[in-house]
């Protein structure tokens, strides 16, 4: 008895059941609600510790790197290389009956 392909969803058709797009999973939603009861905002924290001017530069340095992605967007790298082929047209011009040498002198002077 042969059994050919069966099982599961058919190709093409949309996922079912599951956790929405965007919920948190419980790990993260314990966190938070703990977070908030202290009334602990660690982006805001992060921002206080930036602006302090006692706080050494370094670590200044390393709290607004952290901050600075949920305010701006990280841009994608560009690639030097591109797909296009690079041409490279060589030219040559050589004497017909020359040798290809450096310079000739003249044996009959």
Known sequence: ???????GRPLGSRKTGGRKKGTPNRATLTLKEKLDALGCDPLIELA???????TPAEL???????IAPYVYPKRKPIDASSDEPHVINVKTE?????SGGGDQHNSSA
């Open 1 to 7: 008895m042969t059994i050919t392909g069966t099982c």
């Open 60 to 66: 200044r340095l390393r709290c607004f790197s952290e």
């Open 48 to 54: 206080r510790m930036a602006m302090n001017d006692k």
């Open 94 to 98: 050589l004497d017909p009956g020359s």
